[in-house]
């Protein structure tokens, strides 16, 4: 081996490569990861002395049972669909957006600001304030990045503190307080939207609305503007190596701002389906954490936009089920546990290489298989 | 902001910061820190509580990071996973699994019972807050004027030509990744059993993300991250003392003082980076093979 090329951002492999190539099948590994990760749980909850078949039965149950569950499922898991996508469209250009939940806040924080005004298209206007929220807190880790070198990962992660202080700690206490909430601490949010800004429910008996066919259809032309068209390609171009895009002459450092523009704005409509969806006005306490979920859906979706889409809904389903968890006693983070474990095990496909290997018997398989880029090479 | 207060918040992030630089000069990136410092700072509060002594409690703490840290090694070097989404995948576990430890030990989804905390001396300061200051002097000797220090540094910048001098790279890259853990996990302990005297669901909230922001600041070397740890708790002083001064909680605005150490962060990396180089070989997975 010559020199190691230096290590860092700037790394001759895309984060992209270096996160999915050695994953020789992606869907069989994240198949895989998913499988352990659901069976490992089921040994945890055995171990703590409860009945691990019936939380899996309420787990089922609150994820599929019936039209309101499965509605719970869908908003979840159209929420992290968008937050995925957000993070998947970060790795094209071979950034590790960690900042979702950050451009999530401002963008659900936009979306009930704007979702109160009196507009003859107010509902429109809120998700396109939103997007533009998000995008602009996604704009900054990118022009951090692309003009003062600071890594996108301690930048984002940062950005996302400060909007967690700054939304919750002041703004929603304070300046934007619904009125009468009085002189004791706060819990009760923004004035509530206007009912022209909720997005319509499809369904009696179900919390399912607009947002889940409108989060499909959003993941379709994600999926569209990647991989058919010009600056999709220009953008796969820069992540798959900045220097050689830039040598062809692809402007990569405005490529790489757009598409964390891009991915803070998918982060932003995200908050915005909450808003608009279920909250119908920015609440006094909002932990969501769906941002940081999109990093496990993107990951184990394997940064494809249809991946994304089937992991975002099958954590959507662990989510909506786990609140049912708390019947036998456990607590509904159980469900980032599985999360969690997912991306632990999709992270190390060649814990699994040999497993399918022989599964599938074949001993040649490895042979053919395309050789795993690494930086040594 | 007084010195007191300084000594007091230092501890979690220097150590933590410490840790981060030995797994980086040794070439493995740790991201997973924040995740380290929140088992670690579990631990230790269930360590504590359990047995009494707040002593025990500490090694737990150290016990449980090095543990966490055992799973980002076997993950990263054993099973070569990019390193980064390892350490965010360790966070993620982190973060559910010590939730539910905490509800099924404790019975409570926000805090622990009050745990025995490490005793303070008359001027207020646990042994932690001096460890603080002598810990990043030995290390910083130890890295750079002793064998096994070389070793360190040479399986970070240039992992081959240390294997073909005999050195075991992927058995000194676990070996640099547990220490990390088991600093991280000290550095959690003194959020739980030094500072706050019980364990937090919300813990370690950001500090580990901190105490890398400081290994990048610092330039990867243990003095000069111990020096942005100290300078980030000052910070963090400051704000708390800002905060009280203003009355910020009465007017609501407390958010804007708790931003302040994340935005500060941030300022001084956007202002710093530039010429500051990580180790050669940061982040770059070993394969002895030599594919």
Same mark, same amino acid.
């Given at each position: 081996?010559?020199?190691a090329?230096?290590?860092?951002?700037?790394?001759?492999?895309?984060?992209?490569?270096?996160?999915f190539?050695?994953a020789?099948?992606?869907l069989w590994?994240?198949?895989?990861?998913?499988?352990?990760?659901?069976a490992?749980?089921?040994?945890?909850?055995?171990?703590?002395g409860?009945?691990? #078949?019936?939380g899996?039965?309420?787990?089922?149950? &609150?994820?599929?049972?019936g039209?309101?569950?499965?509605?719970e499922?869908?908003?979840k898991?159209a929420v992290?669909?968008?937050?995925?996508?957000s993070?998947?469209? @970060?790795f094209?250009v071979g950034l590790?957006n960690?900042?979702?939940?950050?451009?999530?806040?401002?963008?659900?924080?936009a979306?009930a600001?704007?979702?109160?005004?009196?507009l003859?298209l107010?509902?429109?206007?809120?998700?396109?304030?939103?997007?533009?929220? %998000?995008?602009?807190?996604?704009?900054i880790p990118?022009?951090?990045?692309?003009?003062?070198?600071?890594?996108?990962?301690?930048?984002?992660i940062?950005l996302?503190?400060?909007?967690?202080?700054l939304?919750? %700690?002041?703004?929603v206490a304070?300046p934007?307080?619904?009125?009468?909430?009085?002189?004791s601490?706060?819990?009760?949010?923004?004035e509530?939207?206007?009912?022209?800004?909720f997005?319509?429910?499809?369904l009696q008996?179900?919390r399912?609305?607009?947002?889940?066919?409108?989060?499909?259809?959003? #993941?379709?032309a994600?999926?569209y503007l990647l991989?058919?068209?010009?600056?999709?390609?220009e953008?796969?171009?820069?992540?798959?190596g900045?220097? #050689?895009?830039?040598?062809?002459?692809?402007?990569?450092?405005?490529?790489v701002?757009?598409?964390?523009a891009l991915s &803070?704005?998918?982060s %932003?409509?995200a908050?915005?389906?909450?808003?608009?969806?279920?909250?119908?006005?920015?609440p006094?306490?909002?932990?969501?954490?769906?941002?940081?979920?999109?990093?496990?859906?993107?990951?184990v979706?394997?940064?494809?936009?249809a991946g994304?889409v089937?992991?975002?809904l099958f954590?959507?389903?662990?989510?909506?089920?786990?609140t049912?968890l708390?019947?036998?006693?456990?607590?509904?983070?159980?469900?980032?546990?599985i999360?969690?474990?997912?991306?632990?095990?999709?992270?190390?496909?060649?814990?699994?290489?040999p497993l399918?290997?022989?599964?599938?018997?074949a001993?040649?398989?490895?042979?053919a298989?395309?050789p795993?880029?690494?930086?040594? @090479? | 902001?007084?010195?007191?207060? *300084?000594?007091?918040?230092?501890p979690?992030?220097?150590?933590?910061?410490?840790?981060?630089v030995?797994?980086?000069r040794a070439?493995?990136?740790? *991201?997973?820190?924040e995740?380290?410092?929140?088992f670690?700072?579990?631990?230790?509060a269930?360590g504590?509580?359990?047995?009494?002594?707040p002593? *025990?409690?500490?090694w737990?703490?150290?016990?449980?990071?090095?543990?966490?840290?055992?799973a =980002?090694?076997? /993950?990263? /070097?054993r099973?070569?996973?990019?390193?980064?989404?390892?350490?965010?995948?360790?966070?993620?576990?982190?973060l559910?699994?010590?939730?539910?430890?905490l509800?099924s030990v404790?019975?409570?989804?926000g805090?622990?019972?009050?745990?025995?905390?490490?005793?303070?001396d008359?001027?207020?300061h646990?042994?932690?807050?001096?460890?603080?200051l002598?810990?990043?002097? *030995?290390f910083?000797?130890?890295? $750079?004027?002793t064998?096994?220090?070389?070793?360190?540094?040479?399986?970070?910048e240039?992992p081959?030509?240390?294997?073909t001098?005999?050195?075991r790279?992927l058995?000194?890259?676990?070996?640099?990744v547990?220490?990390?853990?088991?600093?991280?996990?000290?550095?959690?302990?003194?959020l $739980?059993i030094?500072i706050?005297?019980?364990f937090d669901?919300r813990?370690?909230?950001?500090?580990?993300?901190?105490?890398?922001?400081?290994?990048?600041?610092?330039?990867?070397?243990?003095?000069?991250?111990?020096?942005?740890?100290?300078?980030?708790?000052?910070?963090d002083?400051?704000?708390?003392q800002l905060?009280?001064?203003? =009355?910020?909680?009465?007017?609501?605005?407390?958010?804007i003082?708790?931003?302040?150490?994340?935005? /500060?962060t941030?300022?001084?990396?956007?202002?710093?980076i530039?010429?500051?180089?990580a180790?050669?070989?940061?982040g770059?997975?070993?394969?002895?093979e030599?594919?």
């Amino acid at each position: 081996m010559p020199d190691a090329p230096p290590a860092g951002p700037d790394a001759a492999m895309s984060v992209r490569a270096r996160l999915f190539s050695p994953a020789r099948d992606p869907l069989w590994g994240a198949a895989f990861a998913v499988f352990t990760s659901l069976a490992v749980s089921f040994i945890a909850i055995a171990a703590t002395g409860r009945n691990p #078949a019936l939380g899996f039965a309420y787990l089922a149950d &609150g994820a599929f049972g019936g039209a309101g569950p499965l509605g719970e499922t869908a908003i979840k898991g159209a929420v992290l669909l968008l937050t995925g996508l957000s993070v998947s469209v @970060a790795f094209t250009v071979g950034l590790f957006n960690i900042g979702a939940e950050g451009q999530l806040i401002w963008g659900a924080l936009a979306a009930a600001v704007v979702g109160r005004f009196d507009l003859p298209l107010v509902l429109p206007c809120a998700l396109l304030a939103a997007a533009a929220a %998000g995008a602009l807190w996604g704009l900054i880790p990118a022009l951090l990045k692309v003009r003062r070198g600071v890594h996108e990962v301690i930048s984002t992660i940062l950005l996302n503190w400060i909007a967690i202080h700054l939304v919750h %700690g002041w703004l929603v206490a304070g300046p934007l307080a619904a009125a009468g909430s009085g002189a004791s601490v706060s819990v009760a949010g923004t004035e509530p939207i206007r009912a022209a800004a909720f997005l319509p429910r499809l369904l009696q008996g179900s919390r399912l609305d607009l947002g889940f066919p409108l989060a499909l259809c959003i #993941a379709f032309a994600v999926w569209y503007l990647l991989t058919r068209t010009h600056r999709g390609f220009e953008w796969r171009a820069t992540g798959a190596g900045l220097e #050689a895009a830039e040598a062809s002459g692809i402007p990569a450092s405005r490529r790489v701002c757009e598409a964390m523009a891009l991915s &803070g704005a998918l982060s %932003g409509l995200a908050g915005a389906l909450l808003i608009l969806g279920t909250e119908h006005k920015y609440p006094g306490v909002f932990r969501t954490g769906y941002g940081f979920d999109g990093i496990a859906v993107a990951l184990v979706g394997g940064g494809t936009a249809a991946g994304t889409v089937f992991a975002g809904l099958f954590f959507g389903a662990i989510r909506a089920g786990a609140t049912r968890l708390q019947l036998v006693g456990i607590h509904p983070s159980f469900a980032e546990l599985i999360q969690g474990l997912a991306v632990l095990l999709v992270a190390a496909p060649r814990m699994f290489a040999p497993l399918l290997r022989r599964l599938r018997g074949a001993p040649g398989t490895a042979a053919a298989a395309p050789p795993v880029p690494t930086v040594q @090479a | 902001m007084s010195l007191n207060a *300084i000594l007091d918040f230092a501890p979690p992030l220097v150590f933590a910061a410490l840790g981060g630089v030995l797994s980086e000069r040794a070439g493995v990136v740790n *991201i997973g820190l924040e995740g380290m410092m929140r088992f670690g700072a579990f631990a230790a509060a269930a360590g504590a509580i359990f047995s009494g002594s707040p002593w *025990i409690g500490l090694w737990c703490g150290a016990l449980a990071g090095a543990a966490a840290a055992g799973a =980002h090694a076997l /993950l990263s /070097l054993r099973f070569r996973a990019d390193q980064v989404v390892s350490g965010v995948a360790l966070n993620l576990v982190a973060l559910g699994l010590v939730t539910y430890l905490l509800q099924s030990v404790f019975g409570s989804s926000g805090v622990s019972p009050p745990a025995p905390s490490l005793p303070r001396d008359r001027f207020g300061h646990t042994a932690l807050s001096y460890a603080a200051l002598i810990a990043p002097l *030995i290390f910083a000797f130890w890295l $750079s004027r002793t064998a096994a220090g070389l070793r360190v540094r040479a399986v970070g910048e240039h992992p081959r030509a240390a294997a073909t001098l005999g050195v075991r790279v992927l058995r000194l890259r676990a070996f640099c990744v547990l220490g990390s853990g088991a600093l991280a996990g000290i550095g959690g302990a003194a959020l $739980s059993i030094g500072i706050l005297g019980q364990f937090d669901a919300r813990m370690p909230a950001g500090q580990g993300f901190m105490a890398l922001a400081a290994v990048v600041f610092g330039k990867w070397t243990p003095l000069g991250a111990a020096g942005a740890a100290f300078f980030f708790a000052a910070a963090d002083a400051l704000q708390r003392q800002l905060s009280f001064s203003f =009355h910020a909680a009465d007017l609501r605005l407390d958010g804007i003082f708790l931003a302040l150490p994340y935005a /500060l962060t941030l300022l001084v990396l956007a202002l710093s980076i530039g010429k500051t180089k990580a180790p050669a070989a940061d982040g770059v997975p070993y394969d002895p093979e030599g594919r």
